[in-house]
Each structure stands twice: as C-alpha cells, then as structure tokens.
C-alpha cells in the first residue's frame, strides 16, 4: 500500500472540492439519490476502491468514481485481468476484486471488515462460465448503503471474465460484529 497516496486520504486531511458539473450522488447512510449541483463545495473524507465519499453541507454522500471529473479527479484504476484467465484463477481475482469494495463510512475493504460470508460457484449454461453466488452482511441491518454496497460487488464480478451470472444475498444471520475483522481491519481501525 502507498502510504502516502490517496488511500490513506482519510488519515490525514480533508481534500476540499469544487463540483465541476452536475451529478448524482447518494445520501449516507440512506442510501437516497441526490444530486450536487456545478458550483457547490464539497470535502472528500475517503477515496478508497472505486467510489469518493464526500461531506457536503454537514451530508455525507457517495459518489461513483465513473463522475471522478465533476471533482476534477479521475477514476479510480481497475484491476488488472488477464485476457485469457483460466477458471481455477477465478476465485482469487473475485476476492481480489471484493477487495476494491468499501463501505462508504469505513475505510476499509469489505473482506476485510468480515461482510462477506460466502463465494461459490455454479455451472452455467455457458461454456467456460460459471454463475457467482455470494452471500454477504451489512455492519448494521438498517444501512441504507447496503443495496449500493450490493450492486457494486455485482457489477464489478459480472465484469470479470468467466463469469456469467451473479447473485449477492443480503444475509443477517450471524450477525456481524467487530470480532469478524480482520486484524489489518481492526489495525487500521486502531482497534
């Protein structure tokens, strides 16, 4: 990890921000879309995996690193995949790729935190394909962010090669609790 480099924006100061363009974003933790208009002056709190969050106006939001520009920032990078990705180098890649995924008020990975219960695999009607199954937890059941959370990890597994279809389950039993961090989680934490 570069210590010194965006990842660790949260431990050290707040980078202000001009909104460039108009864009949506989503209320945290509700989960509401909402849009910021050009000209408004935001904070970024956190920059980690492929999304900003941001304070604005005493709010925070989420804001997709795809509208990087209207901070006048740019994408996040994406993990490198190779073309011709056998199956069996599959799994790694999906927990490496659940690993760009942060809850918007914790900086921390998903895996890390513990929210991700299970990764499995079916067959699929598509040769050389199979079907994702996930099953995965929330910090707190009442999130609002955790139908976002959701559909980040969906959209960025559907995107892998090899991978026809996917379903994330949202599940609450057991229940999480800081015990299924893992100890960088709970370091980086100060836990």
Not at 99 to 119: A, F, K, Q, S
Request: proline content about 7%; aromatic content about 4%; hydrophobic content about 40%.
């Amino acid at each position: 990890i570069d210590r010194g480099g965006p990842a660790m924006m949260h431990r050290r100061h707040r980078e202000d921000v001009l909104v460039r363009r108009d864009v949506m974003a989503e209320t945290i933790p509700s989960g509401h879309p909402v849009e910021l208009q050009q000209g408004m002056l935001a904070q970024i709190t956190q920059a980690l995996g492929s999304s900003f969050t941001l304070l604005v106006e005493g709010q925070l939001m989420r804001l997709k690193g795809q509208d990087a520009d209207a901070i006048g920032k740019q994408p996040p990078e994406s993990i490198a995949v190779p073309e011709d990705l056998h199956i069996d180098d599959l799994e790694p890649l999906i927990w490496e790729t659940l690993r760009t995924c942060y809850d918007p008020e914790i900086p921390v990975n998903i895996v890390d935190l513990g929210l991700v219960y299970r990764l499995d695999f079916e067959p699929s009607d598509e040769a050389d394909k199979v079907r994702v199954l996930i099953d995965m937890t929330l910090t707190a059941p009442g999130c609002g962010m955790g139908e976002s959370i959701a559909n980040e990890v969906c959209d960025k597994v559907l995107a892998l090669p090899r991978v026809a279809d996917i379903t994330v389950n949202l599940v609450f039993d057991p229940p999480w609790d800081r015990s299924m961090m893992s100890e960088e989680a709970q370091l980086a934490l100060g836990l």
